[in-house]
């Protein structure tokens, strides 16, 4: 199938909102997104399948009178169709009801510069590259321990472009890669079974270490065997990038989100200035990250990306807007409009939440440990309250430490307390910063976790 | 329309020739979906957006040299579709260089169908204005229930549309798809204690889910949860008796035991993979899962490899009776596929993915589970699970309550449960005459449609993971 160029996106986005106003709306925008990607799938131990996506799509939405509708199409080789998704954008705004707060879409601005987010050598990957890749993680893993089982995993190649245009002089194409390499493994020993372990890299560039991941997922699962139950105690835990990821987006990521904190579900609301943290941490919400999963030259409404200060030193400085959020306070939109490809509406989501990193290397962070647990991953953070904070979460694999080093997986630990303590509890930041999803990071001690073991 | 789709499955027809005959396929099938969706959100009472979606997309899949080749794209034109199995072909050869197990579907008898939904209303005849009334009803009684409830975010969603599947074994089936969702959340704040209740409704049947979960009933529900948490206490850590409500049961089946028994994972390895055949829970200990009930939220007459759906049974008396499986695993197992192929649409594979999963009820009252407890917990709602191959599960609970002396006591907020599956489901020790069964989504990957539930229930121990 042939890729869409740019000035066909760039055609195609204009043609629809030229078409919108000619048929009366206030205000359009529209959007379009384009997906290839090709990927080859481990299964139980083996290369066993691959396939090629490609996913296409307009998104149109329309404002009447202050009322805002929506509609997306993924047929784009029609008039007709394009014609369509205009029509329905229309009525949906029609049938939707006014917003007094909403005040018009973002104007054209000039975007800053963003590096390493776009690699040819990605987009020129064909499924027998990505065999080899896949096949080079498989073996470093079996060839690591008999104990290992590769359950799943794989690699996989993706092209992302992207159009906006509105009708206040938005028209911007941007365009990227990302490639994705990933292990989970579990150990088996005499009828114990490891908890899912799990490795991966994801990056913009072509800049990936299959071996490496192999190695890892099977020495994290070897190393969770022969796990044995905690005791119930207030204890010391270093989180790892996996397991903060999980605890923050549901909680933290949500609490500096404009949209939250004007409806009153942020405990954040009132707390610029003040001291929500320990004074070790800084957060950056950095859209223009080099290389970062999240970075591109503008955001789902063609606002550009921007580094935002989150906390300093522990104080709480700004949060993060859309073009509506923002308005609705006399502000300008950070850049944090996200969306689902060309299937959704914009929405308020960090871009690459970066905690900054202290400068102990993880070794040094374990050696401070007298008595702790290091956990790699949890189970159950979605189900945490994301309004209060509040956890209940099981640590699945953790690694008690004792006087300074590892000493033993432990079996089925859970962690209990709110985010916010957790925050201000922070004693210490390791220096191996990764990316992980939205969130760039360093393994962070936190002293005074609740861990009931038994 | 009716022409349309019998100019499609001449297309179709064609591409499946193409693939057997000219590329070399030792099976192939195409899933060609047409879907319309209509979706709103509402946030207090302003619709953030109206919406309106089509989506045209086929899925080709093909098995070649004992590896799969997959497909996806969003054109269905006999041109775009034959370059994208010849794609698939392809891609099938080229994972099949290291092959060491290849893969064999177990036979099934061809299909000829054509399903059609007869929903008492139906949601694309509905208009727009009509369906925002029901979230902004349902807004207007949650933020109209105390004035401590400060948000609610409402989300809906209704998929209308036709699936076409087709392989080169003979089965050609045309089936009418109908979904209708709701999420609510809402949120109350008091002397900065933030509480948060949700609730989802869900339905293959029709529009007409509304007039049972009506958006006052379902608004009252989500409201009074946000407020009475306000009030609730932390839950102590450690190992407690618990009372377990249809809701929670049903998560609880479904993450501590049915992931488990999805026989990929089982093949996996999972805690279940050398239990077949053995007794893994209390002989009151029943599940199914069951893609055959109708309107449930988790039913469709064929799967995504066009194998009929079937009520099929998981444990029996305890002892673990049967997996959920494609044709693939079943093949393995040399059983029969039980309909349990699902994909969440065109853009992805077919995988394992529970139906409707239940426990079976027995023959306590609430007040005979409650009654013996002298101190434990009765988890009434739940916010969410996830479970691990090694049997650890977890449930995030958002309704609680304390049991004191053998009755229900005061609320408990922010509490979870977790254990092992093969320690926990031998401690069930009693289960309630009653059943529920509520709709959710499960994620593995892909979102499935799907219901949970059972009776009450009584555990006898269980780790309770609470800050207090």
């Not at chain 1, 000035?7 to 379009?32: H, I, P, R, W």
């Not at chain 1, 270490?209 to 270093?238: C, F, H, Q, Y």
């Not at chain 2, 590896?67 to 050869?93: H, I, N, P, Q, R």
Request: one cysteine or more.
């Amino acid at each position: 199938m042939v890729v869409l160029k740019q000035e066909e996106m760039l055609n195609l986005a204009e043609d629809a909102v030229s078409l919108a106003l000619m048929k009366g709306v206030d205000e359009v925008e529209a959007f379009v997104y384009q997906g290839l990607t090709t990927n080859v799938i481990i299964e139980r131990g083996q290369i066993a399948r691959s396939s090629r996506i490609i996913d296409r799509g307009l998104g149109v939405r329309a404002i009447i009178n202050k009322a805002v509708g929506f509609s997306y199409t993924n047929i784009l080789e029609s008039k007709a169709a394009t014609e369509e998704a205009v029509l329905k954008a229309l009525s949906s705004a029609k049938a939707s009801k006014p917003d007094e707060a909403w005040h018009n879409l973002p104007a054209k601005k000039t975007f800053a510069s963003v590096e390493n987010t776009y690699d040819s050598n990605v987009v020129e990957l064909q499924s027998e590259d990505l065999v080899k890749v896949a096949s080079m993680m498989l073996d470093a893993a079996e060839k690591a321990d008999k104990r290992v089982f590769p359950i799943e995993g794989g690699a996989g190649a993706s092209y992302l472009s992207r159009v906006i245009a509105n009708s206040n002089g938005v028209a911007s194409f941007d365009h990227g890669t990302i490639i994705e390499c990933s292990l989970a493994t579990i150990g088996h020993e005499g009828g114990e079974v490891t908890p899912v372990c799990f490795e991966f890299n994801a990056e913009r560039n072509y800049n990936i270490d299959p071996e490496w991941i192999g190695r890892e997922a099977a020495r994290l699962a070897v190393s969770a065997l022969k796990a044995k139950r905690m005791e119930t105690k207030t204890t010391n835990v270093i989180f790892t990038q996996f397991a903060l990821q999980q605890l923050l987006y549901f909680t933290l990521i949500n609490a500096v989100k404009a949209d939250y904190v004007q409806r009153n579900q942020s405990a954040f609301k009132g707390k610029i200035g003040e001291k929500v943290a320990s004074e070790i941490v800084t957060i950056y919400d950095d859209g223009l990250f080099n290389g970062g999963l999240r970075t591109w030259k503008f955001d789902g409404e063609g606002v550009p990306q921007q580094k935002t200060l989150i906390i300093e030193k522990g104080i709480l400085r700004n949060f993060i807007y859309d073009n509506y959020t923002a308005k609705k306070e006399g502000k300008e939109s950070t850049g944090n409009a996200s969306r689902a490809g060309y299937l959704s509406t914009p929405n308020v989501e960090a871009t690459n939440f970066h905690l900054m990193a202290g400068n102990k290397s993880p070794k040094e962070l374990i050696t401070e440990v007298d008595e702790g647990l290091l956990v790699y991953y949890l189970q159950g953070a979605h189900s945490s309250n994301p309004a209060s904070g509040e956890f209940s979460v099981v640590a699945t694999p953790a690694w008690k430490i004792k006087n300074g080093e590892i000493a033993y997986a432990t079996k089925g630990a859970m962690l209990a307390g709110n985010i916010f303590e957790v925050l201000t509890n922070v004693s210490a930041l390791a220096d191996n910063e990764r990316k992980i999803g939205q969130l760039v990071a360093p393994w962070v001690l936190v002293e005074n976790v609740k861990v009931i073991g038994k | 329309m009716l022409e349309e789709g019998k100019t499609l499955k001449d297309v179709l027809i064609k591409v499946v020739d193409a693939a057997a005959q000219k590329f070399g396929a030792d099976y192939v099938e195409i899933r060609a979906q047409r879907l319309f969706k209509t979706m709103l959100t509402l946030k207090e009472d302003r619709v953030e957006a109206a919406k309106q979606g089509i989506e045209n997309g086929a899925a080709l899949r093909v098995l070649m040299n004992g590896a799969w080749g997959f497909a996806s794209v969003g054109t269905l034109d006999t041109e775009t579709l034959t370059d994208a199995v010849s794609d698939a072909c392809k891609m099938a050869k080229t994972a099949s260089v290291r092959l060491k197990t290849p893969i064999k579907l177990i036979e099934t008898k061809a299909a000829e169908d054509k399903v059609l939904v007869k929903p008492r209303k139906d949601p694309s005849k509905i208009s727009i204005e009509d369906k925002i009334n029901t979230p902004l009803t349902m807004s207007n009684t949650i933020l109209g229930h105390d004035s401590r409830v400060k948000s609610c975010t409402i989300d809906y969603l209704d998929l209308t549309g036709t699936s076409y599947f087709i392989n080169n074994e003979g089965t050609y089936i045309e089936q009418d798809k109908l979904y209708v969702w709701s999420r609510i959340l809402a949120t109350a704040t008091e002397a900065g204690i933030f509480t948060f209740s949700r609730e989802e409704i869900g339905s293959t049947a029709g529009y007409e889910i509304f007039d049972v979960e009506t958006p006052e009933i379902v608004g009252e529900r989500v409201a009074k949860r946000a407020v009475e948490q306000l009030k609730a206490k932390p839950p102590k850590g450690g190992t407690f008796p618990v009372v377990l409500g249809p809701n929670v049961v049903g998560v609880f089946v479904h993450e501590a035991f049915g992931h488990l028994a999805e026989a990929d994972l089982t093949l996996s390895g999972s805690v279940l993979s050398d239990k077949l055949g053995k007794k893994i829970a209390s002989d009151i200990v029943t599940f199914y899962d069951d893609g055959t009930i109708p309107g449930a939220f988790g039913s469709f007459k064929y799967d995504d490899e066009g194998v009929p759906a079937q009520k099929t049974i998981l444990v029996k008396d305890g002892v673990v009776s049967g997996l959920m499986h494609n044709r693939e695993t079943a093949q393995k197992f040399d059983t029969k596929p039980t309909g349990n192929a699902r994909a969440e649409d065109f853009r992805v594979e077919p995988i394992i993915r529970m139906r409707n999963t239940f426990m079976e009820p027995k023959d306590h009252s609430f007040q005979e589970l409650v009654e013996d407890i002298k101190f434990g917990y009765y988890f009434k709602s739940f916010r969410g699970g996830q479970a691990n191959l090694d049997g650890t599960f977890q449930v995030g609970i958002q309704e609680a309550y304390e049991i004191v002396n053998g009755e229900v006591g005061e609320p408990v907020c922010n509490a979870s449960m977790s254990g092992n599956t093969l320690e926990t489901l031998l401690k069930v020790d009693a289960a309630g005459k009653d059943f529920e069964l509520w709709p959710g989504r499960c994620g593995k990957g892909q979102t499935a449609f799907v219901c949970d539930g059972g009776p009450h229930i009584r555990v006898k121990g269980v780790l309770v993971g609470g800050s207090a």
